[in-house]
């Protein structure tokens, strides 16, 4: 299938590795046009490198931290200036701190919803313009399983998350008018970084060795495995194609059937 992104200019934020990573590693492969951005200049600099090695796509970078609204715009407007105009955003953020409710003072609060929900509703911000003057766009944020089903012991990302998901669904009527689709996606148990480091904690906490938890972990998945970050990808580049023209405001799972509700 042609998804049509050939020429089309996706901004990917959090980038440089894991689920940014892929993602952008896709719309490279599809012949998109593609910025990545995070904090460390030294990675961005390595992973746009290596998309340019395994697919001979347009990449560039730059640095921002997605917890300054400065940064952001500046993001915005230096993709603009290096090609054009902005298709596609993919809103993506490493996850607050695990913990449970009393572990979190009012400055870990706010932290938290600074950098998982704020960063988002900034970014969309910026880009709308852009967006709105070519009417068409697509944006697709990167959110979590919880908020279909809270995460033991990520009760602020669990809180902010399904903030992201509310967002969409109300931007989502919002936007239809000027042909601008938004959906969110909640990745499941991905291997990525994160998922090792949210294992290891859990582990030490149940007082077992990691590849014990890890195999039990595995066996509650229906498919009996994590997901890939290529697995991950492919459904979020399929939203931001020009193969999807009728999916708007909707909040997707891709965890391999381990979220049992509705």
């Known amino acids: 299938m042609d998804l049509g992104l050939k020429g089309k ?37 390595k992973t746009a490198q290596e998309i340019r090695d395994k697919t001979g796509g347009k990449i560039t970078y730059k640095v921002c931290n997605i917890m300054d609204n400065e940064q952001i715009v500046e993001l915005v407007h230096e993709t603009v200036s290096t090609y054009g105009t902005i298709d596609i955003l993919v809103n993506n953020a490493g996850g607050p701190p695990a913990g449970n409710f009393d572990d979190f003072s009012d400055k870990d609060w706010m932290n938290a919803f600074e950098l998982t929900l704020l960063s988002v509703i900034r970014t969309i911000r910026a880009v709308l313009p852009f967006m709105r003057k070519q009417q068409n766009g697509r944006i697709v944020n990167i959110a979590s399983s919880s908020f279909k089903q809270p995460l033991e012991n990520l009760t602020l990302s669990n809180t902010f998350r399904t903030g992201i998901m509310g967002l969409a669904k109300s931007l989502s009527q919002e936007l239809a008018k000027d042909n601008i689709l938004i959906n969110t996606v909640g990745p499941g148990r991905i291997a990525t970084d994160r998922l090792k480091e949210l294992d290891s904690k859990m582990a030490e906490a149940q007082g077992i060795e990691l590849e014990k938890h890890v195999a039990q972990s595995e066996a509650s998945i229906p498919l009996g495995r994590y997901g890939t970050p290529e697995e991950f990808a492919n459904i979020l580049v399929f939203l931001c194609s020009g193969a999807n023209t009728y999916v708007t405001g909707q909040a997707i799972l891709v965890d391999g059937g381990l979220v049992k509700a509705m």
């Open 9 to 45: 200019t996706a901004l990917v934020l959090a980038s440089s590795k894991g689920l940014g990573k892929e993602t952008a590693m896709k719309f490279a492969e599809e012949g998109a046009n593609v910025m990545i951005s995070s904090r460390s200049a030294t990675e961005l600099e």
